[in-house]
């Protein structure tokens, strides 16, 4: 027992110091800084010690707290950098009537009212979500703040002053605290930066779609730390920084240099500026439509931006590729004055490019009133016909929050061709900006043309445009197996058009689609150049541990199934160990899931949920990741509704 009585606070601090270090669960990371200490978990949590007394900056599993008390140290206050999950999920083994509690006051709804930024039918407008899929990670679990801090403000305790310092970019209202001590300039900076000037993960700093908020906010954020002219800085994961001045430097340079190639590929400013402006089209009878080739057509220019165009056979019959973002009345408006006016008998089938919403809002009205069928690759079915299943961007139920359902009557291989009214229709697995997308190409009117969807719109003859459309994790859009295949695909396929989604003609394509190619290729690299893991898809893509449906509704007293998805990037063997955080009164078949995936593959596994007794509503279930002895903590989450049997879904 450490006689704190007895001892003046300073040797109070070496005998514990010295305790804590011999047990190997601490160290001291910092030359000539004796009182501040590490305990790595699921993040590093930083320990400031005044005599027998500790701060803790960032938590992690918890574990830091029982050493601390075991060996008489009393961790008066936690303060947390960010709401992330994994920095502090350890809050149930605290003693809220010994240990206060402070975050960035930016943050204290995702502390205090996490489940609001985890909802059943999402929408474009919820708060933290790229198109309808949340970008934050909160807590399972509220947790009460005793206080919550300022931008700009002085916090202190004992002998510290903490300044606390707004750096938002890793998290929407992330903090940093500076502090000085034995001659040091010293920041812990949560997930900010991670050691060798690099991101600690892309996913958190994917706010928008494409446009670089998040990205700016974190440029902006590195720069306010370069200015506090930093000796070390204390980051949540891997290990301390000390030459942090320079770092930062070298870190805030490869930030700027990545934005250009992280931004869309084309102007954004002005829809009409994404394509060529030349004699290709023709007017037709009809204001809103204008002519491609004899028997393509698309919307003016006056709807740009709108997902619509057509091809009508010889026969009168019509073929939809993707039709969405207006309203009802004007598709039957035009439908009819396509029959009169362009020979349409028809709208036999409406063909979909990949999962987003946006490019089948008319595919229910399509159907119901004018017996048109839906086509798609038979990958793309199922965010189609049961979108809140999955936890990915832009979905039709984020677009139409009364969508029920829409069931695909023709699922198609990849490499299948349709002879529709003498063409033959190819229909080509095309990733790029999801990887639930395809391609429909076809020789029409002495054209080869290709159908694509949303992954490239650009003017062709602009060199300063390569097309790309937004990068996005959450769309599940990995380079290796997204742009970097689709744009090799589409240099292969060689089509002399390219009719993108969203009313983008592109003619002469080749140079475009040379440089289209070339940055996929360099974007991949920026992000193996910026991410810490040497297989790099770990930090970037939020779904390497997964469950299918993410959404399980969960009646009370019965049984509901879920998939858990394992991937493994590693040319190796992965060991894990997945444990489901469960809340009081669900159980699950198994609550443990141990197990080997092979080199560069998934496994799957199925877990028996069931729930009595437990509270009413939406709840969070984290996965807690453990991957070859590295503990990341709970990383990523499913959702279940637990509801009285019998009680329809919201």
């Known amino acids: 027992m450490f006689q704190r009585i007895l001892f003046p606070a300073a040797i109070v601090a070496t005998m514990l110091v ?13 030359e000539g800084v004796p009182d501040i200490l590490l305990h790595r978990s699921t993040c590093n949590a930083w320990v400031l010690l005044d005599g027998a007394a500790a701060l803790v900056v960032n938590l992690g599993d918890g574990s830091v707290i029982g050493e601390l008390v075991a060996r008489g140290v009393t961790p008066e206050w936690i303060l947390f950098t960010d709401h992330h999950r994994e920095v502090c999920q350890g809050m149930p083994r605290v003693d809220r009537t010994v240990t206060k509690v402070a975050t960035p006051a930016a943050e204290r709804d995702l502390f205090e009212r996490p489940l609001a930024f985890r909802t059943w039918r999402p929408s474009l407008g919820d708060a933290h979500t790229v198109h309808g899929a949340s970008y934050v990670r909160p807590p399972a679990e509220p947790i009460p703040l005793d206080r919550a801090l300022d931008d700009g403000e002085v916090f202190t305790w004992r002998s510290y002053e903490i300044r606390c310092n707004a750096t938002p970019g890793t998290s929407p209202g992330g903090m940093s605290y500076v502090i000085q001590r034995d001659g040091k300039r010293i920041a812990l900076t949560g997930a900010l930066v991670h050691d060798g000037a690099r991101m600690t993960n892309w996913f958190d700093t994917e706010w928008d779609y494409g446009f670089g908020k998040g990205l700016d906010a974190l440029i902006a954020s590195v720069a306010t730390l370069r200015a506090a002219e930093l000796d070390v800085a ?6 301390a920084i000390h030459d942090a001045r320079a770092q930062l430097a070298r870190y805030q340079d490869r930030l700027v240099a990545f934005r250009p190639d992280y931004l869309r590929g084309y102007p954004v400013d002005d829809l009409v500026k994404r394509r060529r402006v030349d004699g290709t089209v023709t007017p037709t009878p009809i204001p809103q439509i204008v002519r491609v080739t004899p028997r393509l057509y698309k919307f003016a220019d006056t709807l740009a931006g709108k997902n619509f165009a057509i091809i009508i056979a010889d026969s009168g019959r019509g073929l939809l590729l993707d039709c969405g973002l207006f309203p009802t009345t004007l598709l039957d408006e035009l439908v009819e004055a396509m029959q009169t006016h362009l020979g349409l008998t028809t709208i036999d089938a409406l063909w979909i490019n990949h999962m987003h919403g946006d490019h089948f809002t008319l595919g229910s009205h399509l159907k119901a009133r004018h017996g048109t069928k839906i086509w798609t690759l038979d990958r793309i079915v199922g965010p189609v016909e049961n979108p ?3 936890d990915y961007c832009a979905l039709i139920t984020s677009y139409d929050p009364t969508y029920t359902g829409l069931r695909v009557d023709r699922p198609l291989r990849d490499g299948e061709v349709v002879r529709w009214e003498g063409l033959d229709l190819h229909v080509d697995w095309m990733p790029g900006q999801t990887e639930f ?3 429909l190409w076809l020789e029409l009117d002495g054209k080869k043309i290709a159908f694509t969807g949303d992954n490239l719109f650009a003017d062709p003859t602009d060199p300063d445009q390569n097309g790309h459309e937004a990068v996005v994790a959450r769309n599940s859009a990995i380079f290796e197996e997204g742009y970097m295949l689709g744009s090799r695909y589409l240099l292969d396929l060689a089509p002399d058009l390219v009719m993108g989604a969203h009313n983008v003609l592109m003619t002469e394509p080749h140079a475009l689609l040379v440089r289209y190619r070339a940055w996929s290729e360099r974007i991949a690299a920026r992000y193996r150049e910026l991410l810490p893991d040497p297989d790099y898809e770990y930090d970037f893509d939020p779904f390497w541990v997964s469950a299918f449906p993410y959404r399980v509704d969960l009646p009370e007293g019965q049984w509901r199934e879920v998939t858990v998805t394992v991937r493994n990037f590693r040319d190796r063997p992965q060991r894990h160990v997945i444990r489901l955080r ?9 609550e443990v899931l141990e197990g080997t995936v092979e ?8 877990v028996r949920l069931r729930a009595e007794g437990a509270a009413l509503g939406v709840r969070m279930i984290p996965f807690d990741i453990t991957l070859d002895n590295d503990h990341h903590g709970e990383l990523f989450d499913f959702l279940v509704r637990i509801h009285a049997p019998g009680e329809a879904a919201p």
């Open 18 to 30: 010295a305790a804590l270090a011999a047990a190997e669960i601490i160290e001291t990371p910092i």
């Open 582 to 590: 469960l809340p009081d009164g669900v159980t699950a078949e198994p």
């Open 437 to 439: 997308g395809n391609c």
């Open 599 to 606: 080199p560069k593959s998934r496994e799957r596994f199925t």
């Open 388 to 390: 809140l299943a999955y």
């Open 234 to 239: 204390l980051p949540s994961h891997g290990p």
